[in-house]
């Protein structure tokens, strides 16, 4: 795990290079959600965890721009390292993505007076999340499998089909609507035992897909 940690470093160096296209397109896609779902703080919760998904493709693309599988193949650089550690990059890049969503909505919650529960902002930060995970984790061992040129195609298909969840936490008082759903369950223990439950689903995912893509990886020719 040191070397995967290692190689996880390499790649956030590696993002520097684009770090502000990044960081640019982030605020953008956070703005327009927050503005379009009339300024409701849900939004950065159900939003910005799902940004680590658009960011996908970077680092296969600069591997095959400057033939990094080549490099990596004459290095002592196991395939078992770069699956790992990109996977954990990934990850760091998910968590990071989830504890801003959090301090974002409660930020926007306080500047604007606005209400809203925090255990909701939590269970919809963790869902949203967990659904950036599940497509995180289905197109990395694609990636790994066929490499970016053979399919950009998985970076466009699971937006088109699991953003609906992201457009109707945008809408005007979904926060209180959710919280409808559940009359009188928003309780600490319910809160800690969804959140609990989205936290294994999301290890799972992770663990799962480090496993398919190595085996995937493993039997790419370059």
Request: proline share 5%.
């Amino acid at each position: 795990m040191t070397s995967a940690t290692r190689f996880a470093r390499l790649e956030l160096a590696s993002a520097q290079v684009s770090a502000r296209q990044m960081i640019i397109l982030a605020v953008m896609i956070a703005m327009m959600s927050w503005i379009s779902g009339s300024q409701e703080p849900i939004a950065f919760a159900a939003v910005v965890p799902m940004l680590p998904i658009f960011f996908v493709s970077y680092p296969f693309l600069a591997d095959e721009r400057g033939r990094h599988d080549l490099l990596y193949a004459t290095l002592p650089i196991r395939r078992r390292t770069v699956v790992w550690g990109r996977h954990l990059y990934f990850l760091a890049m998910t968590f990071v993505a989830l504890l801003a969503a959090v301090a974002l909505t409660v930020a926007i919650t306080l500047g604007t007076g606005r209400s809203v529960d925090i255990g909701i902002v939590v269970v919809v930060a963790l869902t949203a999340a967990a659904v950036a995970s599940l497509l995180l984790t289905i197109q990395l061992p694609v990636l790994f499998g066929l490499g970016f040129a053979k399919s950009r195609w998985i970076v466009v298909v699971p937006l088109i089909i699991c953003g609906a969840p992201v457009v109707l936490a945008q809408l005007p008082g979904m926060g209180d609507r959710l919280t409808g759903l559940w009359p009188g369950a928003l309780t600490p223990e319910w809160v800690l035992a969804v959140s609990a439950g989205l936290t294994a689903v999301i290890i799972v995912l992770w663990i799962a897909s480090a496993f398919v893509s190595l085996r995937l990886y493993a039997k790419r020719q370059f």
